[in-house]
């Protein structure tokens, strides 16, 4: 009814080298926690370069600038993709994007702090600072209560 499995599992294969469970590259814990870094400020730079394209301000500027060199210094001196944005943007969009550039901040903060990355700790909770003082400064006079 059912045809049998002819070859071997890949399970079974990768315990058969030389070095039984070492037949594929394995990262080490901090080289893991290093891509993940990378990667959530990669996504926080490219939300800092799509608000740097609607409000030009020097600190985004800035902020743009520190948060390549720190990528490049996890990737091995690889330089970042930036973003061109160039688009109308309207004020609720705007205050998504400080919102969404808090959160991937808040998650870089969490991994630079679990392996001991005080750079990318400081940086990743100065923009978030940044990015709070930004949504409080857009919100609404009678809504702060």
Request: aromatic share 2%.
């Amino acid at each position: 009814m059912y045809e049998p499995i002819r070859s071997k599992s890949v399970h079974a294969l990768a315990g058969r080298g030389q070095n039984p469970g070492q037949d594929f590259p394995h990262r080490s814990r901090e080289e893991e926690l290093d891509i993940q870094l990378a990667g959530h400020l990669a996504a926080l730079l490219a939300v800092t370069d799509e608000l740097r394209a609607v409000v030009p301000s020097g600190d985004l500027a800035d902020a743009a600038e520190q948060l390549a060199a720190e990528i490049a210094r996890l990737r091995g001196g690889e330089s970042p993709v930036r973003s061109a944005v160039a688009a109308a943007i309207h004020e609720p969009y705007l205050a998504g994007l400080h919102r969404r550039a808090h959160a991937l901040a808040g998650r870089a903060l969490v991994v630079a702090a679990s392996r001991a990355d005080t750079a990318a700790a400081i940086l990743a909770a100065e923009r978030m600072d940044a990015h709070t003082a930004a949504l409080r400064d857009r919100e609404p006079a009678g809504a702060a209560q």
